[in-house]
């Protein structure tokens, strides 16, 4: 791992920025907290001033293609809406749980790695 990509790590101590899984030395992503968006014609940045390390953490791979551009708030809404994707377009997850094999929870808007840790429960 070179020295840019140890120090986004090393934030974390090595876990996913939004979920809190211990990531490996390969496969982890550096996001940008503040998405930066590109022009995919030209291949450039469009939002340059947001390409940097400070604006960078270590995510799995899940999460980060799970948040996209979007903001925290929004990648928040996206997975407390998971459930209700899961009750109604799922039949398997439907049917598990008609046979008791997943217990429906209530629906809760989730707090992130990030957050959790700021509360003192690592
Ligand atoms: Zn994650």
């Not at 982890?28 to 022009?39: K, L, M």
């Not at 995919?40 to 799970?66: E, F, M």
């Not at 008609?98 to 809760?108: A, D, H, K, S």
């Amino acid at each position: 791992m070179n020295k840019k990509r140890k120090a986004i790590y090393d934030k974390t101590g090595g876990r996913c920025f939004y979920c809190g899984s211990q990531l490996g030395e390969k496969g982890w992503h550096a996001d940008h907290v503040e998405a930066i968006r590109r022009d995919w014609w030209t291949d450039t940045c469009i939002n340059p001033h947001l390409d940097h390390d400070d604006n960078k953490v270590p995510a799995c791979a899940s999460c980060n293609l799970q948040k996209g551009p979007l903001t925290i708030e929004q990648f928040r809404e996206k997975i407390a809406d998971f459930v209700k994707s899961l009750n109604s377009y799922h039949n398997q997850y439907i049917v598990a749980k008609r046979y008791g094999l997943v217990q429906e929870t209530e629906v809760i808007k989730p707090l992130f790695w990030f957050e959790r840790v700021g509360e003192g429960n690592q």
